[in-house]
């Protein structure tokens, strides 16, 4: 089992910066194949944000050029940079984590965050 914990949300003025983190723990053998970074804002459906692992990385049109993502897989963390902040950013940022035990063709399995708060005054 893994649990996943999402931290870093807070108030960001519009126009700042916030850096977001995704911490994955629990079982000692278990590898992570790639993590995905969405976000919901109140009254809208989940929208995809980043994904990076596996040598790739994946942006939304929405956040290109203004959000950054990393993976350190020995901390099995991925860290979210989030620049330019606009009022369209406020949402909870949550994230998925992909990850196998000793191999991914044994299987993959998925573990969600509770998400973390991002929250932009106008």
């Known amino acids: 089992q893994v649990q996943v914990e999402e931290s870093g949300g807070g108030l960001v003025q519009p126009g700042g910066s916030r850096r977001l983190t995704c911490a994955a723990s629990g079982s000692k053998y278990f590898s992570i194949l790639d993590i995905s970074w969405y976000r919901q804002a109140p009254g809208k459906q989940s929208e995809f944000v980043e994904l990076i692992g596996g040598g790739d990385e994946e942006y939304s049109d929405s956040v290109k050029g203004r959000f950054n993502v990393s993976l350190d897989n020995a901390k099995k963390t991925s860290n979210l940079q989030i620049n330019s902040l606009k009022l369209a950013d406020a949402a909870l940022y949550y994230c998925?984590?992909?990850?196998?035990?000793?191999?991914?063709?044994?299987?993959?399995?998925?573990?969600w965050g509770q998400g973390t708060q991002v929250t932009v005054p106008s």
């Open positions: 998925n984590v992909s990850s196998y035990d000793g191999s991914p063709v044994l299987g993959i399995y998925y573990f």
